[in-house]
């Protein structure tokens, strides 16, 4: 503050809209984005993309608890005890919801990161597609294992 720069001078007020923490910035915001065009409607799109990534990594979270209890929608006849493949299967299920979340997190950063630089973003990030992809193959598998253990 200047020697004799009154709260309501405006010398005094531009300081404090420019000082920051201790380093001195523009006085306008720099992570606000303009509302142009469709904007809002991106930035929605990319809350609801993570949002249902986060949905399926708890799904797959489910289905990896009930693996591990071997809990069922139907009960089993008490002579059917199967033991097997209960514990790498679950695992596995279990890395998947976390490639998920880590997939669901990696486009909304990328997006975000593009939408405040203005870039067209539309058109998914190759390791996005590689990690849904092998998660995708990881539910038609366990689709295929539990079929098969069931019959």
């Not at 404090?16 to 992570?31: D, E, F, K, N």
């Not at 514990?87 to 405040?116: K, N, T």
């Not at 973003?121 to 998660?135: D, E, N, Q, R, Y």
Request: some cysteine.
């Amino acid at each position: 503050m200047t020697v004799g720069a009154s709260s309501d001078s405006p010398a005094y007020i531009q300081s404090i809209q420019c000082s920051v923490g201790g380093l001195l910035r523009p006085p306008t915001m720099a992570h606000m984005v303009a509302n142009t065009g469709s904007t809002c409607r991106d930035f929605c799109m990319l809350e609801r993309n993570i949002l249902s990534h986060l949905k399926l990594a708890l799904l797959l979270s489910l289905l990896s608890s009930s693996l591990l209890l071997r809990a069922r929608l139907v009960p089993e006849k008490e002579g059917n005890t199967d033991t097997g493949g209960g514990v790498p299967l679950a695992v596995v299920e279990f890395v998947a919801a976390l490639a998920c979340i880590v997939a669901g997190v990696w486009e909304y950063y990328s997006g975000y990161w593009d939408l405040r630089k203005t870039r067209a973003f539309l058109a998914a990030t190759k390791p996005h597609l590689i990690i849904m992809g092998s998660v995708a193959g990881v539910i038609f598998g366990t689709c295929i294992v539990l079929l098969v253990q069931e019959a």
